[in-house]
């Protein structure tokens, strides 16, 4: 089991940028696909992942809602996944989860993730 573990959440204001940062130990991420999943306050966490990138750094998808704004990537030698958000607006306030798993499909969704960090909390507001 890998145990994740979520960081660089907080209160920022629209239009503001956040890197969240998720510590995977252990594990050669290059062999993993890998995902940022988000629950909205008052709500499950949602199906479809906010960003995700496949083995190898293969293939990304992201949710049409945050394309050209926030940016998934993995850096092997740190065991680290992180996800660059950029021009934030309220809506994407929530608690973002990192995971990763062994399957890949597309659209991303969180039952072909195998192993999940507690999440990290982003605010967007004024």
């Known amino acids: 089991q890998v145990q994740l573990v979520e960081s660089g959440g907080g209160l920022v204001q629209p239009g503001g940028s956040l890197r969240l940062s998720c510590t995977a130990p252990?594990?050669?991420?290059?062999?993993?696909?890998v995902g940022w999943f988000r629950q909205a306050p008052g709500k499950q966490r949602e199906e479809k992942g906010v960003?995700?990138?496949?083995?190898?750094?293969?293939?990304?998808d992201y949710r049409d809602s945050v394309k050209g704004r926030f940016f998934i990537s993995t850096d092997n030698a740190k065991n680290t996944i992180y996800l660059q958000m950029n021009n934030l607006a309220p809506e994407d306030t929530g608690i973002y989860y990192c995971?990763?798993?062994?399957?890949?499909?597309?659209?991303?969704?969180?039952?072909?993730?195998?192993?999940w960090g507690k999440g990290t909390l982003v605010t967007v507001s004024s």
């Open positions: 995971a990763t798993g062994r399957r890949w499909i597309v659209p991303c969704r969180d039952y072909v993730m195998d192993d």
């Open positions: 252990g594990i050669n991420l290059d062999s993993y696909a």
């Open positions: 960003a995700c990138l496949g083995v190898s750094e293969g293939p990304t």
